[in-house]
Nanobody, 129 residues
Framework: QVQLVESGGGSVQAGGSLRLSCAAS????????MAWFRQAPGKEREGLAG????????HYADSVKGRFTISRDNAKNTLYLQMSSLKPEDTAMYYC??????????????????????WGPGTQVTVSS
């Protein structure tokens, strides 16, 4: 089992920056891929950015490309999401998630969410205009 806990959310004005962290515990090295998602009230969950935990390669949603950067520190078992140029529409609950078995639909849509079998409880990000 992998346990994930997000932190770093908060309130920020438009144009500001935040860095989210996701601390992983348990069988961290069983993860294949990790990603950040968000969900705003009344909206569908959106995959934002992901990376391979054992190698290189990232994916970004068009909505955050150029503004958000995903990274990891394997020595600290921590995933990060650096967010800049934040907009009010970025307001949402942010979640990190992990894939341990990529055969469950990951290759069809890496940021689709269906293949993810471990999720954190989320951290709220609020961007005011």
């Amino acid at each position: 089992q992998v346990q994930l806990v997000e932190s770093g959310g908060g309130s920020v004005q438009a144009g500001g920056s935040l860095r989210l962290s996701c601390a992983a515990s348990g069988y961290f090295y069983s993860t294949y891929y990790m990603a950040w998602f968000r969900q705003a009230p009344g909206k569908e969950r959106e995959g934002l950015a992901g990376l391979y935990t054992g190698g290189s390669g990232t994916h970004y949603a068009d909505s955050v490309k150029g503004r958000f950067t995903i990274s990891r520190d394997n020595a600290k078992n921590t995933l990060y999401l650096q967010m800049s140029s934040l907009k009010p529409e970025d307001t949402a609950m942010y979640y990190c998630a992990a894939v341990t078995d990529p055969s469950r639909g990951f290759f069809n849509n890496p940021l689709g969410g269906d293949a993810y079998d471990h999720w954190g409880p989320g951290t709220q990000v609020t961007v005011s205009s």
